[in-house]
C-alpha cells in the first residue's frame, strides 16, 4: 500500500467521523421492475424524502438557472435489449409557488414514485441500468446535484445501487482535492442556525404603539382608567382591575393567533399556501385598499354594533374578573376600524414568511402588549393623565398617514399575485414607484397641499410633527428613487424582502456575475492571484440554481460597506457546485462518500462539491470560507447570513485575523 493511498485512507477516516447533520443526504432511493404482461414491464423508482426537503419534478420551471433543477432519469440499453414506453411518469401535483425560487414549481415531499414503461426485446440478455440525476431544496438551501445509477435484474425484479470500484488513481484525484487547512481545531464549520422572533414581536409592539395613536383608541385611554380608579372600593383594587383589563386586551391577542397553530398543526405548509394564492392575495389587496379608503376618510369600516353591544352588555351584567375579560373584547372589536388594517398587515407579513403561526403569536403578543400597556401604567400613575394631548383633530391626521401605509401594503399584495402568476403588471421598479408616490402623498398632506374629507380647517401654521414626519416621508421617498435605476444602487437595504427580487426587473439582468464581481472560478488559479497580490481569500461555494445564493448577492453583498470590502480587500473564487460541464477525461474520477457509497466525478460541479465536502465536512450553498494564500482559516465558515451588519462583521473579522498574521 503506497503513501497516497494511505494519505487517502487517513482523509476518508476522518470524513467518516462527520457527524450527519455536516453531509446531507435527504433522498433515498429504492428501485424495483415489476411485470404488467409477458413482454411489457414497469421501472419502478421510489424516493423516499427527509421532512423540510423538496425533490423537483422533470420539468423546467422559469429559465434556465431561475428555477430548481429537474430531476432527470436516463436509461443504459447497450446492447439493445429492450425500449422505452413514453417518457418517466411522475405524480401529478399542482404546480405551487416556491418561495425559495419565487416561481411556480412541481415539487414532491415525503415520497415520490417515478414509472417508466419499457417492453422487453431480449428477456436473457436485459440489461438495465437506471441513472436518477437530481437536486434537492429546503427552506433555505440547496444541495448539489446528485446522481445515482441502480442495475435491475429481470429475475428478481430488485435493483442493486452500483457502487463505483475505488481505484488507486480515485484515491490520488481525491487526495489533490484536498487542501492543507490549519486552523481547524479553532474554527467551527457546523452550520448555525437560529430563529429569532424577536423582531417580529417588536414589529408587533410598534404597530400597537401606532394603533393607540388612532381615533378609536387613544380616547378610549383616559376614560377607561378613570373608571376603574374610580368604580373600585379601594385605590389598589382599581389599580389591578386595569392591570388585569389590560392583560385581557394581551390574552385577546393572542388568543387571535390560536387558529393558525391548529392549522399548522394539521399541514405545515397550508400556511405557505394562503400566502401564495392568487385569489387570497388579490383579496388582501382590495381589502387594504377599503381600510385605505376609510382611513382617508370616506366611509367607515367597523364590526356590526350588535357585537359590541352584547359585549359590552354581558360586561356590565357579569362583573367581576370576568366582566373586566368582556370589557376587553368590547374594546378589541369598537377598535377593529382603527386596528384591523394594522392587525392585517401584521397576518399578511407573518403568512408569508417561514415563520408561519409562531411568528404570528410573536407579533401578535407584541401588538397587544403595546395596546395593553397605558392602560396598566396610567392605572398605577393616573396623575400622567394630565399629560396626555387632548383628543382633536391630528388623530384623523394618524388615519390618513396610516392610509397611505395601507396603500402601499395592499401593492405587496399584488406583487405576491403578479409573481405567482407571472403577470408581469408590478415589476420591482413599478413597484418601487407605487411606494415612492404614497411616500410623496404623506409629505404633500401633512404640508397641507392635499386635503381629506374628515380634515377640519386649514392652518396657515403646521404642527411641529407635521413638518417633522413630513419631512421623513419626503426624505424616504428620495431614498426610494435609487430603486428605479439599473444601478448598484438599486438594491434597497431598508425594503429588503418587500419589492420583487432583483431580476424581476424592467430591465435586462446579467445573472452569470454576481454584481460585476471579479470572480475566479477555480480555486487555484484563485489562491495564486491572492499569493500574487497579497490578499486574502473569500470562497464563496455556490451554485447557478441556488436562490439563496443570489439572495446573498442581491441583498447582502450589494450593500455598499459589503461590496466595497469583497471586491477591494479579498480575491473572491465562486465555486458552483451544479457547473455541469464535463470534466476533462483525465480529471474524471470515483468517490468514496462520507455517507456510505460513491460518486462519479465527472463535471466541474462534481469537483467542486466534493471539494467542499472533502475539506469543510459541508454539502449545502451557500457557504463562504475566509483563508490566506497558505490555506490559514481566517474564522468560521458561515452559511445564508442575511444581516448585512453580521455578514460585514465576519468579513471584517477574517479581515483583520489575515493583517495580524502578515
Avoid at 436485459?126 to 445515482?148: M, N, R
Avoid at 373584547?329 to 386596528?339: D, G, Y
Wanted: glycine share 8%; net charge negative.
Amino acid at each position: 500500500m503506497n503513501r497516497i493511498f494511505l494519505t487517502a485512507l487517513v482523509i476518508f477516516s476522518g470524513l467518516f467521523c462527520v457527524q450527519a447533520q455536516d453531509f446531507l443526504d435527504p433522498v433515498s432511493w429504492e428501485v424495483t421492475l415489476q411485470q404488467e404482461e409477458d413482454d411489457t414491464y414497469n421501472i419502478i423508482m421510489q424516493a423516499t424524502i427527509d421532512e423540510g426537503w423538496h425533490l423537483y419534478s422533470q420539468k423546467q420551471f422559469g429559465e434556465e438557472f431561475e428555477g430548481p433543477i429537474p430531476t432527470e432519469f436516463s436509461y443504459n440499453n447497450s446492447p439493445k435489449t429492450f425500449s422505452l414506453i413514453g417518457p418517466t411518469q411522475e405524480p401529478d401535483v399542482p404546480p405551487i409557488y416556491d418561495q425559495v425560487f419565487e416561481l411556480d414549481v412541481v415539487y414532491f415531499e415525503d415520497k415520490a414514485v417515478f414509472i417508466q414503461p419499457i417492453k422487453v426485446i431480449d428477456p436473457d440478455g436485459l440489461s438495465v441500468e437506471v441513472e436518477i440525476f437530481y437536486s434537492v431544496c429546503d427552506d433555505v438551501k440547496c444541495l448539489a446535484p446528485e446522481t445515482k445509477t441502480f442495475s435491475v435484474d429481470l429475475a428478481t425484479g430488485t435493483a442493486k445501487f452500483n457502487k463505483a470500484e475505488i481505484t488507486e488513481a480515485d484515491l490520488e484525484k481525491t487526495a489533490a482535492l484536498s487542501v492543507p487547512l490549519k486552523g481547524l481545531e479553532k474554527y467551527d464549520l457546523e452550520e448555525n442556525k437560529e430563529k429569532d422572533y424577536l423582531t417580529i414581536f417588536l414589529l408587533g409592539f410598534i404597530g400597537g404603539l401606532i394603533a393607540l395613536l388612532t381615533p378609536c383608541v387613544f380616547p378610549m385611554i383616559p376614560l377607561t382608567v378613570s373608571f376603574f380608579t374610580k368604580s373600585g372600593r379601594s385605590r389598589k383594587q382599581g389599580v389591578m382591575n386595569a392591570v388585569l383589563y389590560g392583560f385581557f386586551i394581551f390574552l385577546i391577542y393572542i388568543l387571535l393567533s390560536l387558529p393558525f397553530h391548529l392549522l399548522d398543526t394539521v399541514d405545515p405548509e397550508i400556511l405557505n399556501n394562503i400566502s401564495t394564492n392568487t385569489y387570497l392575495n388579490i383579496l388582501f389587496f382590495l381589502v387594504f385598499i377599503a381600510f385605505a379608503i376609510s382611513f382617508f376618510g370616506y366611509f367607515e369600516i367597523t364590526l356590526p354594533n350588535s357585537w359590541s353591544s352584547a359585549m359590552d352588555n354581558k360586561a356590565t351584567s357579569i362583573g367581576g374578573v370576568l366582566g373586566i375579560f368582556f370589557m376587553a373584547l368590547t374594546l378589541a372589536i369598537v377598535s377593529f376600524s382603527c386596528t384591523g388594517p394594522i392587525l392585517g398587515s401584521l397576518l399578511g407579513g407573518s403568512l408569508t414568511s417561514d415563520g408561519g403561526a409562531m411568528q404570528l403569536s410573536m407579533g401578535m403578543g407584541g401588538f397587544g402588549l403595546a395596546l395593553a400597556f397605558p392602560f396598566a401604567l396610567f392605572a398605577l400613575f393616573p396623575n400622567w393623565l394630565t399629560n396626555l394631548p387632548k383628543s382633536g383633530g391630528w388623530l384623523n391626521t394618524v388615519k390618513v398617514v396610516l392610509g397611505f401605509a395601507e396603500v402601499a401594503l395592499a401593492f405587496k399584495f399584488l406583487s405576491n399575485a403578479d409573481l405567482v402568476e407571472h403577470w408581469g403588471l408590478l415589476k420591482r421598479e413599478i413597484f418601487i414607484a407605487v411606494w415612492a408616490l404614497c411616500a410623496l402623498g404623506i409629505g404633500l398632506y401633512l404640508f397641507g397641499f392635499i386635503r381629506f374629507p374628515h380634515d377640519g380647517p386649514k392652518t396657515k401654521r403646521k404642527p411641529f410633527g407635521n413638518i417633522v414626519i413630513g419631512g421623513l416621508s419626503i426624505l424616504f421617498m428620495l431614498y426610494l428613487l435609487p430603486g428605479l435605476t439599473n444601478t448598484k444602487y438599486a438594491n434597497l437595504k431598508l425594503l429588503s424582502g418587500f419589492p420583487p427580487p432583483l431580476f424581476y426587473s424592467v430591465y435586462d439582468k446579467d445573472t452569470e456575475a454576481p454584481l460585476g464581481l471579479d470572480a475566479y472560478k477555480d480555486f487555484e488559479e484563485g489562491v495564486a492571484a491572492a499569493r500574487e497580490a497579497g490578499k486574502p481569500i473569500m470562497i464563496d461555494f455556490t451554485g447557478w440554481a441556488c436562490v439563496n445564493c443570489r439572495k446573498m448577492e442581491e441583498q447582502v453583498w450589494s450593500q455598499e460597506e459589503i461590496f466595497k470590502v469583497i471586491s477591494e480587500e479579498y480575491i473572491l473564487i465562486s465555486l458552483y457546485v451544479d457547473d455541469r460541464k464535463d470534466l476533462p477525461e483525465e480529471d474524471k474520477f470515483n468517490y468514496l462518500k462520507p455517507s456510505g457509497g460513491t460518486k462519479e466525478i465527472r463535471t466541474i460541479g462534481d469537483k467542486w462539491a466534493t471539494f467542499q465536502t472533502v475539506n469543510f465536512k459541508n454539502n449545502s450553498q451557500p457557504y463562504y470560507v475566509l483563508m490566506d494564500a497558505d490555506f490559514n482559516l481566517l474564522n468560521s465558515p458561515i452559511a445564508y447570513t442575511p444581516d448585512g451588519e453580521e455578514y460585514l462583521e465576519w468579513l471584517m473579522e477574517g479581515l483583520e485575523n489575515f493583517k495580524n498574521k502578515n
